[in-house]
T-cell receptor, first 115, second 111 residues
Framework: GAVVSQHPSWVICKSGTSVKIECRSL??????MFWYRQFPKQSLMLMAT?????????EQGVEKDKFLINHASLTLSTLTVTSAHPEDSSFYIC???????????FGSGTRLTVV | DQQVKQNSPSLSVQEGRISILNCDYT??????FLWYKKYPAEGPTFLIS?????DKNEDGRFTVFLNKSAKHLSLHIVPSQPGDSAVYFC??????????FGQGTELSVKP
């Protein structure tokens, strides 16, 4: 149980275009999801906290107009990278809390390459 | 401000020996700590966790120790196996359920 499906697993896009990444909880309801990004050989950095039915909470330094997060249902959160640039190329991972407070499950990640 | 730190970027251990991965944190409000194993281009895989009310938690070959006064935790893997080779992240959780990750330690277990 507690599976999070993240899609796509990898995407290449041109500069200036937008890319949407989906994160679905398959067998549980996720009222809270988190979005992380990871640059090569670096830590997973929390970008934002996504709460179902409300606006996402962004970490300091993360541009909310560039990284649009929508959590319209209890099983789906999306991250849209708008007007992507090569410096946005990174590995993006979502996670969700399940069974109370301390169970975290992660998606398999999305490798974004902007050319 | 790096609230969770793993100061060793890499560790090499012989198969069968003990691997000790260390992690330090600065925020005394953290009350739950987790260790994850990660391969490139994959999401993290949960290994073991510990609540701040405990100082040790054991699960098979994995043991996590927590020293609250020193704000330090460590993951012991014994015996180490070649399949344990991966990047290990420690993470801490506090208010709001957010996980803050360390920088990771790349473990290499040599046969």
């Amino acid at each position: 149980g507690a599976v999070v499906s993240q899609h796509p697993s990898w995407v290449i896009c041109k500069s200036g275009t937008s890319v949407k990444i989906e994160c679905r909880s398959l067998d549980f309801q996720a009222t809270t999801m988190f979005w992380y990004r990871q640059f090569p050989k670096q830590s997973l950095m929390l970008m934002a906290t996504s709460n179902e039915g409300s606006k996402a909470t962004y970490e300091q330094g993360v541009e909310k107009d560039k990284f649009l997060i929508n959590h319209a249902s209890l099983t789906l959160s999306t991250l849209t990278v708008t007007s992507a640039h090569p410096e946005d190329s990174s590995f993006y991972i979502c996670s969700a809390i399940w069974e109370g407070w301390y169970g975290y499950t992660f998606g398999s990640g999305t490798r974004l390459t902007v050319v | 401000d790096q609230q969770v730190k793993q100061n060793s970027p890499s560790l090499s251990v012989q198969e069968g020996r003990i691997s000790i991965l260390n992690c330090d944190y600065t925020n005394s409000m953290f009350d739950y700590f987790l260790w994850y194993k990660k391969y490139p281009a994959e999401g993290p895989t949960f290994l073991i966790s510990i609540s701040s009310i405990k100082d040790k938690n054991e699960d098979g070959r994995f043991t996590v120790f927590l020293n609250k006064s020193a704000k330090h935790l460590s993951l012991h893997i014994v015996p180490s196996q070649p399949g344990d080779s991966a990047v290990y992240f420690c993470a801490a959780s506090g208010a709001g359920g957010k996980l803050i990750f360390g920088q990771g330690t790349e473990l290499s277990v040599k046969p």
